[in-house]
């Protein structure tokens, strides 16, 4: 039998990477909706389900990182699709952030570590985790560290559009996370899909980041060195200089036990994805072109 994969949303770089993955596979993948669609009418939506009968969904509606989050979609999508699936035997794959912790003051936050919301971006995430939970059985809360990308509002997109306009790019040694490609989330979110298609009954949430943690000012240098390289020129940091107690080192303890799905560094594969990007823009030295 023919297993039906529904995406919510393709706008993000996350959704057009899953959109990628999932169309090669044998599956049938619906990610083109209608345009007039609306993800927060429960109406629509209920008719959309009924017609479409998913046998999975992934959720990544208003998903995004750092300016790209579309807050009120995110949430109010999120408890749209759970009035339409309330009490459904559908499982739901859902996409969420370290933010469910921002203002929390933690190391580290665990899975099993209540959020305590207390910023209006945090509050949001959060909302959107418990509309899923509360009313679909078979729901999975992903939570992923900073998701790095060269387009949307990841830490990465900022460095190289601030490098193309030559501008500075703010950083915090204080804030530490443990970032993952956009690539490493979709290899992660397959993973988990096959085997939830094959029985595998673990829901609830999940982390997910890499394998080793850096701050904000890490991670930029390493970039800086890549584009040094690339371009000849420097990628100039300004360090904050108030520290913050927000972190979003997340500890993926039930991801590995219930799905095996194995973090990596963050540093594999970025210098490819930094000087592709460079070359697109047109950014490369004489010498590196040649």
């Known amino acids: 039998m023919a297993i039906t994969i529904l995406l919510t949303d393709t706008g993000s770089p996350l959704g057009t990477g899953l959109r990628q993955k999932f169309e090669s596979t044998t599956f049938r993948f619906v990610s083109d909706h209608p345009a007039d669609l609306d993800w927060v009418d429960r109406a629509q939506v209920s008719d959309y389900l009924a017609a479409v009968k998913p046998q999975l969904i992934l959720n990544t509606t208003g998903w995004g990182e750092g300016a790209a989050v579309k807050p009120e979609l995110l949430a109010s999508g999120a408890e749209c699709l ?86 500075a790019t703010v950083v915090s040694d204080q804030w530490r996370g443990t970032p993952v490609s956009v690539s490493d989330v979709v290899r992660a979110v397959y993973a988990i899909t096959q085997q939830i298609i094959y029985g595998a009954e673990n829901w609830g949430v999940m982390h997910f980041g890499s394998s080793d943690v850096c701050s904000e ?22 360090e904050l200089e108030t520290p913050t107690d927000n972190s979003a080192v997340l500890e993926m303890r039930r991801l590995r036990e219930n799905f095996g799905v194995q973090p990596r560094s963050w540093r594999q594969g970025l210098k490819p994805v930094v000087h592709r990007w460079l070359a697109t823009k047109g950014l490369l030295s004489e010498s590196v072109e040649s």
């Open 82 to 167: 759970a009035h339409c699936l309330a009490g459904s035997e559908v499982p739901v794959v859902h996409l969420s952030s370290y933010r469910v912790f921002h203002g929390e003051g933690r190391v580290s936050h665990g899975e099993h570590d209540e959020p305590k919301a207390e910023t209006d971006l945090s509050r949001v995430f959060y909302r959107a985790e418990q509309a899923l939970l509360q009313a679909v059985p078979h729901s999975l809360i992903l939570r992923s560290s900073w998701v790095l990308s060269t387009e949307g509002g990841s830490l990465l997109a900022r460095l190289l559009a601030d490098f193309e306009a030559n501008r």
């Open 217 to 238: 000012l890490v991670f930029a240098n390493k970039v800086r060195d890549m584009v040094l390289a690339d371009t000849g020129r420097e990628l100039t940091l300004e």
